[in-house]
């Protein structure tokens, strides 16, 4: 169980363009949703929180318009990387919470990885 | 969340226990250490987490000093899929986020 997919594993898109990821919770229901990203060599650093129904609480330095995050379900998030640049090339990793007061636990998805040309 | 420090890197035979060390010397009374790992190019595996006792699961085992001020992540017989970088988190217990250190790159050598 707490099972949490990706798609697209890997994308091309070329400069200027924008590419939306999914992540789904697939045998649970997922209260809070994670997006990572994580650059060669480097570790995961936390981009945004969302909850399911409200708007996504993004991190210092995170730019809210260029990384959309849409929570419409509580099987689904998406990311929106717009007008997407070389350096945003990355991988990104999303996770989630189960829909559980006594849990605080993460799931993580198997990440996609974006390049950008 | 109190910092975490772990070596950069880490070689194990393969067979033989594979021991993790992490401090967290500033560690606060209601803060969990969790151990995820991350193979290649793949998200972060959940392997096991403590309070204060010692823990074992069906991956590893987690053995925190009495001051809770370190611990160790034991795999007990590494193989070669056990080569990936470790993490070790302190999460406080009403916290859901998770802040990811450099780790610990593990190599399993044959």
């Known amino acids: 169980g707490a099972v949490v997919s990706q798609h697209p594993s890997r994308v091309i898109c070329k400069s200027g363009t924008s590419v939306k990821i999914e992540c789904r919770s697939l045998d649970f229901q997922a209260t809070t949703m994670f997006w990572y990203r994580q650059f060669p060599k480097q570790s995961l650093m936390l981009m945004a929180t969302s909850n399911e129904g409200s708007k996504a609480t993004y991190e210092q330095g995170v730019e809210k318009d260029k990384f959309l995050i849409n929570h419409a379900s509580l099987t689904l998030s998406t990311l929106t990387v717009t007008s997407a640049h070389p350096e945003d090339s990355s991988f990104y990793i999303c996770?989630?919470?189960?829909?559980?007061?006594?849990?605080?636990?993460?799931?993580f998805g198997p990440g996609t990885r974006l390049t950008v040309t | 969340d109190a910092k975490t420090t772990q070596p950069t890197s880490m070689d194990c035979a393969e067979g033989r226990a594979a021991n993790l060390p992490c401090n967290h010397s500033t560690i606060s009374g209601n803060e969990y250490v969790y151990w995820y790992r991350q193979i290649h190019s793949q998200g972060p595996q959940y392997i096991i987490h403590?309070?204060?006792n010692n823990e074992t699961n069906e991956m590893a085992s987690l053995i925190i000093t009495e001051d809770r001020k370190s611990s160790t992540l034991i795999l007990p017989h590494a193989t070669l899929r056990d080569t990936a970088v470790y993490y070790c988190i302190a999460r406080g217990a009403g916290s859901y986020q998770l802040t990811f250190g450099k780790g610990t790159k593990l190599s399993v050598i044959p």
């Open positions: 996770s989630a919470r189960e829909f559980r007061t006594d849990s605080y636990e993460q799931y």
């Open positions: 403590g309070l204060k």
